[in-house]
């Protein structure tokens, strides 16, 4: 074995995934065909080949998140990726990995809806990632807003999906898949748990009874208690996970910019322009959509006189900032959907349009 | 002196648990010869199945080896992983008409296209027997059932799907034999079939597919014996037994 050492490089988003994926440990990739996000499974293909995974072009998103579901039960590390329609479809896979308790690392490279939409980038899918598919579960779900943080939160969702036993989703955007930007590959970072054993990994019943991975639970109390003690990982991730960048609150802001993943990045220069014009603004960005920072917020959000929620949709984090925020007559909501992005000056045009 | 000797136990690979099929089901005749042919490979501890979603979904409370369950329709691709992560391993997936023929359709043929090395049980009873007896793809021409009243007719459901004949144009399928369970000898010819297609996987053949006609009384409305007869008369008469493929 060669000693690994840092390696930095100039990736795009999705190459980064793969890369960060391979770090982490991952050995079993299925994905399917579909834009933003091609060059993850096409990267893939050759990069896990030279790692002695297994890679899968999988016959559509349904069957990609089931041999997902397959790969976990058998004890592996494994991923799959999409985009927004893809992931819609992929939703009966992931509850049913989080009614089986199965780890798992879904990457969603988001594109502008709803139905076939288009292949801009978008935050359309918010809703899906913090509320997602069928049953009563969650999803710890990670947003990045540069190509590093696509590299260092994919590695850290393998993480957290063996500590929980439960998917994690990645929720990116077309415009964080495409963007190519220096990264550095930590090459040396040990992945948490990767040897761990799972006991409950279905590797034949050598030495004892047959054992089973299900979420079926028919006998009347079983089901209740069963998600009674999945509140209960729920709440442990609530106590433990959640990540959150506040900037500029050290100044005591006006204003206070609310926005994640491609938004918030473009809303740093808004903040740079707004200081050039003497307004003082701070940004609230949740790294965890889902558990989402409510008391970090709800404290950021008492001091300030306007809260801007930006986003590439019409509305769905806004729903989280006003369960955050005690006087909601604060908020202010500025959205882009079906793929438009928003420029550092039309935003600080928005926020200047409601200061006045 | 008489002196007893044992000439028939419980397999190792079932559980303790009694079957809770209907009276006259073919899938615990099936579930039976399955931990018998595991027994007798003494492959218990390197086995993993996959169970549908349908009548046997409660497969696992009768198996004592590893199994999971797979969302409706999805065992094959399931199980594709479980085998590529665990190559070393016994894989099989065990599905009915509903779960195979309709809303699996693509799991199946992408799987037997791909050839992987799995071993497939499909327990054909012609209707949708855990939700109460609904048209399944493969129901008969004229079959009555809680969706189709009138019987099935071409122009409103099309034709019963023959999933044996359908797969043999895939070059990565290797085994396909269709039995049937009404009587002894049709169950001692199921069950050697069974083994041939775990043969073949443990020998690396490749994709090896055993199509059974299994009975449904509770939703035909018909007592066990005119069940298997009906299979013996009509549905046999439509889904021919026997060897289908067979690729050395």
């Known amino acids: 074995m060669t000693t690994k050492s840092n390696e930095k490089v100039f990736i795009k988003g999705n190459h980064a995934v793969v890369e960060a994926a391979l770090d982490a440990g991952c050995r079993f990739y299925a994905g399917y065909p579909i834009t933003p996000q091609n060059e993850i499974p096409e990267f893939m293909s050759k990069r896990m080949h030279e790692e002695k995974g297994t890679f899968i072009q999988a016959e559509s998103e349904l069957i990609s998140v089931n041999m997902v579901f397959g790969a976990a039960a058998a004890g592996a590390r494994a991923m799959t990726t999409s985009s927004s329609p893809g992931i819609s479809l992929m939703q009966e896979g992931i509850s049913y990995m989080a009614g089986c308790e199965l780890p798992a690392v879904l990457v969603n490279v988001m594109r502008g809806g709803p139905g076939l939409g288009n292949i801009q980038p978008s935050q359309s899918d918010y809703f899906q990632a913090t509320r997602p598919g069928h049953g009563d579960f969650r999803m710890i779900t990670l947003a990045p807003h540069n190509i590093q943080e696509m590299y260092n939160f994919t590695f850290d969702a393998f993480d957290l999906a063996d500590k929980y036993r439960n998917p994690v989703m990645i929720l990116a955007d077309g415009l964080l898949g495409q963007l190519m930007e220096n990264v550095e590959l930590d090459r040396s970072r040990k992945p948490l748990y990767l040897n761990t054993p799972k006991p409950w990994a279905l590797t034949g019943a050598k030495g004892r009874d047959g054992q089973r991975i299900l979420s079926l639970l028919m006998q009347p109390g079983v089901l209740e208690k069963h998600n009674f003690d999945l509140k209960k990982k729920y709440d442990l991730m609530t106590k433990d996970e959640i990540k959150f960048e506040a900037q500029g609150m050290e100044n005591n802001p006006d204003y206070l910019i609310v926005a994640f993943g491609t938004v918030a990045r473009i809303s740093k220069g808004t903040i740079r322009l707004a200081a050039e014009e003497g307004l003082k603004a701070g940004l609230f960005r949740p790294i965890t959509v889902w558990p989402f920072p409510y008391a970090q917020l709800k404290e950021a959000a008492k001091k300030v006189k306007k809260i801007f929620v930006l986003e590439m949709n019409m509305g769905q984090m806004l729903d989280d900032v006003k369960i955050a925020v005690e006087d909601a007559s604060k908020i202010e909501f500025y959205g882009r959907p079906g793929g438009g992005v928003p420029t550092a000056e039309e935003l600080l045009k928005f926020i200047k349009g409601k200061v006045k | ?248």
């Open chain 2, 1 to 248: 002196m008489a002196s007893e000797k044992t000439v028939y136990k419980k397999p190792k690979s079932l559980t303790d648990v009694n079957f809770t099929y209907c009276w006259g089901c073919g899938h615990s005749t099936v579930h039976k010869l399955i931990a018998e042919i595991v027994d007798e490979l003494n492959i218990r501890e390197t086995l993993i199945g996959v169970a549908p979603v349908g009548c046997a979904v409660f497969a696992y409370d009768f198996w004592n080896f590893d199994v999971t369950e797979a969302a409706h329709g999805r065992a094959p691709v399931v199980a594709t992983a479980i085998k590529r992560v665990h190559p070393d391993k016994t894989v099989f997936c065990y599905q009915g008409d509903g779960d195979m023929v309709s809303i699996g359709l693509a799991e199946i043929m992408h799987t037997a296209n791909r050839g992987e090395n799995l071993t497939v049980i499909f327990i054909n009873n012609t209707n949708y027997g855990m939700t109460g007896g609904q048209l399944a793809p493969t129901s008969l021409m004229g079959q009555v059932t809680t969706t189709s009243p009138r019987g099935r007719e071409a122009a409103l459901h099309g034709y019963p799907i023959k999933m044996a004949e359908l797969l043999t144009q895939f070059e990565g399928v290797k085994y396909i034999e269709r039995v049937k369970v009404t009587d002894a000898a049709s169950v001692i010819k199921t069950k050697k079939a069974l083994k041939k297609a775990f043969l073949n996987q443990i020998n690396g053949v490749g994709f090896s597919f055993v199509e059974v006609l299994s009975s449904c009384p509770a939703n035909w409305r018909m007592d066990p014996v005119t069940a298997n007869a009906h299979i013996d008369k009509n549905i046999a008469a439509y889904y021919p037994l026997g060897l289908i493929k067979d690729v050395k």
